[in-house]
């Protein structure tokens, strides 16, 4: 686990587009209830300016980057309803699932990551808690949401795929360059993303690194439970961590092309975006970024939301 650990604590808008597209009455939903926020074309910053409090240096240097095509990404993260469908239409079995050794859970006493048998999407290991279906699917691998994607193109006809890094952090952004799309102020995520509090703390002495407010979620909170970001968006900070489509390099995120950068061509780890039920506010900033083995599979950071290409 020491690499885990090492990896997870290194771990003025310009000119975006229209916001105002934001929380639409009836979002456009596919078969399996899931709703979508179009994200206009634009030109953001992407990473974290060197005066941002927390800031780490895998967020720099800070660069224009540019998304020429609009795109729809799901307002929520994938639920453990839909991805339930998915996995009675196909009988597919997680990464973690078909593992002896299971997934990764945290111990609740020590507050340290252990790998569990029988730590699974269906059973998170979260003490006296049990996930509803509109909570966010956790303790998937990349290659599971890429088939979860691969399953939802060809049931629906159309192309679901997930967020290029970019794509991510523009949509996560809505407009914004601060440190959270609320602004500077941690605090202001107490309405606006699920983290480590103190609803958590009561429940795990061990997760020193809680805030002081109530969210009203020591665990995961069911899906859209705070407030959306300008473009509609839940969750964009806190609740789970999103596979995103990129390999990880550093070499690549600082000289990538400022047009629609797709990420390496290859790499040993994918990025991973957003932050966590368990994590502070400073590890729930737009800019944050980590990476993992595609395979890992974990109760904190492996989940996903899904983009939909336009026709």
Request: negative net charge; hydrophobic residues 35%; proline residues 5%.
């Amino acid at each position: 686990m020491r690499w885990f650990t090492a990896i997870f604590l290194a771990a003025a808008a310009w000119g975006c587009g229209s916001v105002s597209a934001v929380q639409n009455e009836q979002a456009p939903t596919n078969s399996i209830g899931m709703e979508f926020s179009l994200i206009p074309a634009g030109e953001f910053l992407r990473g974290s300016p060197e005066d941002e409090t927390h800031r780490l240096a895998n967020e720099g240097p800070r660069r224009k980057v540019q998304i020429s095509r609009a795109f729809e990404i799901a307002r929520h993260e994938t639920t453990v309803g839909q991805f339930r469908r998915f996995v009675e239409e196909t009988g597919y079995l997680t990464e973690a699932e078909r593992d002896v050794e299971g997934g990764f859970g945290i111990n609740f006493e020590s507050g340290k990551v252990q790998r569990q048998s029988g730590i699974v999407w269906t059973a998170p290991g979260f003490p006296d808690f049990e996930q509803g279906d509109d909570h966010p699917v956790l303790l998937t691998s990349w290659a599971d949401a890429e088939a979860f994607c691969r399953w939802l193109s060809e049931k629906e006809g159309r192309t679901y795929r997930l967020p290029t890094e970019a794509e991510w952090e523009y949509a996560a952004r809505g407009g914004t360059s601060t440190a959270y799309w609320t602004g500077d102020d941690p605090r202001a995520l107490r309405t606006a993303g699920n983290t480590a509090d103190s609803s958590l703390a009561k429940r795990v002495p061990a997760a020193r690194q809680s805030e002081a407010w109530n969210d009203g979620h020591a665990f995961t909170a069911p899906v859209g439970s705070y407030a959306p970001n300008p473009y509609g968006l839940f969750d964009m900070h806190g609740n789970v961590w999103e596979w995103v489509a990129d390999w990880q390099q550093d070499e690549y995120y600082v000289a990538a092309p400022e047009v629609d950068p797709q990420g390496p061509s290859k790499g040993q780890f994918r990025a991973i975006r957003g932050g966590g039920w368990f994590n502070s506010a400073a590890q729930n900033r737009s800019a944050q970024r980590i990476y993992f083995e595609p395979t890992f599979r974990y109760c904190l950071l492996s989940g996903f939301r899904v983009v939909r290409e336009l026709d």
